[in-house]
């Protein structure tokens, strides 16, 4: 592959991913999108998305001719896989480390996996992926080094020269509101706060300042925190 201009977004519907899509429609030419339906708890992420792949191209008319098809993808074999593991693992650290028990070990490693095959088979050079360190620095498979080992060995097994990209990887949710602010202004911060979904409870509830959510879980807390330390920055 020579291009250099198409990009996959991995895009599950949340305020990271929806800022991440902006970002790739704001500097690819050809824009693609990946979901995974794993048997998540809640299936309101999924059922966001559609909603804003046709909003989010009213934002700029720049991006409506650069989005591309959507690919959902079944990948129920890790709810299969985690269940057992937990089951299996009880006692483990994750918990333990203040991770929801949601937490499904090595799991955006197999998106990102899955999502360069899809790249491969649709011609796309660039993944483009959510993962932070900033906030999230117990996720190991969110980590910096993670995702460059990671390039280095979908590159090696598959001839490819595929480009992970992680915009929001040493950024904390008051600057992934700011770059959203940058890249699409009031209305895409708009979109993020009222169409995208965060919730680990599944939650959307009344729409708070910052957004649909219980309010309590820690996706809400960190991107409430994250928006109101937005709104004083502003
Ligand atoms: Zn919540």
């Known amino acids: 592959m ?37 048997g998540q708890r809640h299936a309101i ?10 909003k ?13 098809e959507d690919h959902l993808i079944d990948l129920s074999l890790l709810g299969k896989i985690s269940e057992t593991a937990l089951t299996r693992d009880v006692d483990i650290a994750f918990c333990n480390d203040g991770l929801p028990n949601t937490f499904v070990p090595g799991r955006n490693l197999l998106f990102m996996m899955v999502a360069a095959t899809v790249a491969y088979r649709r011609g796309l050079d660039v993944l483009v992926g959510g993962m932070c360190e900033t906030d999230f620095s ?15 060995a979908l590159n090696l097994g598959m ?6 990209e992680t915009p929001l990887m040493w950024i ?14 009031a209305a895409l911060v708009e979109l993020i706060r009222a169409d995208t979904h965060t919730c680990y409870l599944g939650e959307r509830g009344v729409l708070h300042d910052w957004g649909h959510g219980c309010g ?12 109101a330390e937005f709104v004083a920055r502003a």
């Open 45 to 54: 992420e999924l059922r966001v998305r559609p909603q804003l792949l046709s």
């Open 56 to 68: 989010i191209v009213t934002i700029d008319p720049a991006w409506a001719p650069r989005l591309g």
């Open 138 to 152: 117990g996720y190991p498979d969110c980590r910096d080094d993670s995702m460059k080992a990671l390039q280095v």
């Open 216 to 227: 309590v879980c820690p996706a809400c807390a960190l991107r409430a925190r994250g928006h």
């Open 159 to 164: 001839a490819t020269r595929l480009k992970l």
């Open 2 to 38: 020579t291009s250099t201009n198409r990009a996959l977004v991995l895009f599950s519907g949340g305020q990271d991913s929806t800022t991440c899509l902006a970002w790739a429609l704001s500097r690819y030419a050809h824009v693609e999108t990946i979901g995974f339906d794993y």
């Open 172 to 185: 904390d949710k008051a600057a992934t509101w700011s770059l959203a602010q940058d890249l699409g202004g």
